[in-house]
């Protein structure tokens, strides 16, 4: 047999190195740079504020909006009026005619109108509201985190439904910036779905006056720069010189109405980063224009597209192979990728204001410096890999005679995953999720590791590898991962001890006072893929395939009869010298094909009644109605045989038939 995969891969010298170890190697430095700025969110911050920065310091200069005007309640607005909150509801309606009557596109209101004020001017603006000629839309929120019951029915009953804007912004939840535009409605999955209460958001309602399309899913706001000449994005006019302005300032434009002041309704927007004045610290108002302006005008969101990030990854993980194999030693190989992400970043910042758009910088500076990592590790560490490899691997599963003997002859072993017929013994404790409710944490550790302990001992001695536990059960290879010639009738052997052992351990527990419970064992050969498995961090030795599953199943099964041990034809057939009693002929569940389980006798075992058990199942294969005196007298003899037992309450329900389908495990 040649030498595995694995073993072969480390053993290679020279520049030339396996193909498939270096994609390998190439597939996961990606996958983990990939992943761990998705994933990981101080990383994921990171990447946002390199982009953030670009975005406030870096963006191409713009002209002013032409298309959007927003009216501000500022400050020497509010002075002229006795209360600064709720806001005069006759002044923003003597707003609204005015600028309804100069031929805006459409008028959007971001101020909610949540509670009453002086019923006069109340009446006068909802008056306004329905008389308006002009698409004319408010601000409206159901989400319970900013209105409470009482303020959300009275803007039900204020605001009409089709004139509602979802006005609440989106926040990162690491580091608290707005950066998204929200959609509205309620997202669920891929589909965004509105009503009264979660109408369409306020940027997409006002963007749909421009020609844009409607968002179906938050998407970043590709926020307006600064014009050459230092000129805002949006322009803004106080709202006491709206009545004295000519009607042309707003002819043709999505007009926004709300509140410009000093410390209310701000948010921090990525532009903090440089400024957190005016600019940085934003109004909600100007956030909505902004979210606007960047469904408008069709300005690519300030992330790197998904593709274009894809293939970065890929190109600087591949560069890392090639840096690795100069093969001129780690120092060497870092101090070379180093040098070539400043260049990288240099490029990728500086760039972005000469209109080369957003490239991501972490994720392909991960997957460079990981690739050269890893690929130091496969090619610089290959012969110590080798040396521990095996004891490694296979000192947790099998004896330390097998662990020489698999260090002697590496070429022996399955190791690198090869299809190999075995036999699969599987073990389970019946009520141990009872007893593990019932006896304190410490005593149930004490209980389970000295039966382990023991069970353990008898497979090992008998050759078996110790795949796995699973709580209390242990799945147990024979013929893996060295060959075994008599793995059948080793498994045998080691089902018979193992019982033996474990109705001492289960008397001894129960005179004790603890309801350890029997142990039922099912075994299984056949062919299955075995060796290693798993990631580069973690490898397991095991094995897959249906056989695995069977024996599972066939364990399970012995529930049904009351038996310990249940096998299948597979391992009588190999172990031809060793004595079973027959079960039956059954369909395991997910199984359409009937197959013959057995349980092992041990070497001292009463002859005469198996004789007479045989004699009564060979009726019952043949569906002989004498089976059922035969099985009564039979009970009458060994009244506490489960499998007599089982046959007869069988054959007194009117199954004449050794063919039984099992309907679960």
Known sequence: MKAPAFISALRLKGPSRSGLWITAVAVLSAQIAILSVQFLAPINNLEKKLADIRVAALEVPKPPSDQIIVVALDEDTLAQFTYRSPIDRAFIASLIERIDTAGAKAIGVDVLIDQASDPAKDEQLYSIVRAAKTPLYFSFTSDSAFVTEPQLEYMRAFVPADKRMESRLLSDPFDGLVRRINPGGIVSGDKVTYDDDHPPSFAAVMARYLDARQPEEPREIAWRPLSADGEDPIPVISANYVPHLPPEIFAGKVVLIGAVLSITDRHPTPLTIIDDGDRGLMPGVLIQAHAIDSLASGAPEPVSPPLQT??????????????????????????????????????????????????PILMPSFALLLSVWMMDLVIGRAERMQRQFIQSTFSRYVSPAVVERIAADPSAAAISGEKRHATFLFTDVADFTT????????????????????????????????????????????????????????????????????????????????????????????????????????????????????????????????????????????????????????????????????????????????SDYNAAFVLLEQKDPKAIERFADLRQQYPVDPLINYHFERLQAGEISARIKMGAK
């Open 435 to 610: 007893m593990s409710e019932l006896l304190p944490a410490e005593e149930l550790s004490d209980v389970l590791n000295q039966y382990l302990d023991g069970a353990c001992e008898i497979i090992l001695r008998e050759g078996g590898m110790i795949d796995k536990f699973i709580g209390d059960a242990i799945m147990a290879i024979f013929n893996a991962p060295i060959e075994q010639p008599d793995h059948a009738a080793a498994a045998i052997r080691t089902a018979l001890e193992l019982d033996a052992y474990a109705e001492r351990y289960r008397q001894e527990c129960n005179a004790k006072g603890v309801p350890f419970g029997v142990t039922r064992i099912g075994i299984h050969a056949g062919p299955a893929v075995v060796g290693n498995f798993g990631s580069s961090q973690r490898m397991d030795f095991t094995a897959l395939g249906d056989t695995v599953n069977t024996a599972a199943r066939t364990e399970g099964i012995n529930k049904y009869f009351g038996t310990r041990i249940c096998c299948t034809q597979s391992v009588v057939d190999l172990a031809m010298d060793r004595a079973f009693r027959t079960i039956g002929h059954f369909a395991l569940k997910g199984k359409a094909e009937y197959t013959t389980l057995y349980t092992p006798l041990p070497t001292e075992h009463d002859a005469d009644a198996e």
């Open 310 to 359: 894809m293939l970065m990854v890929a190109l600087f993980t591949a560069l890392g192979v090639i840096i690795s194999q100069l093969r001129k030693g780690l120092l060497f190989n870092v101090t070379l990728s180093l040098i070539a992400l400043a260049g990288y970043w240099a490029i990728a910042i500086v760039g972005y204001g000469y209109g080369i758009g957003m490239l």
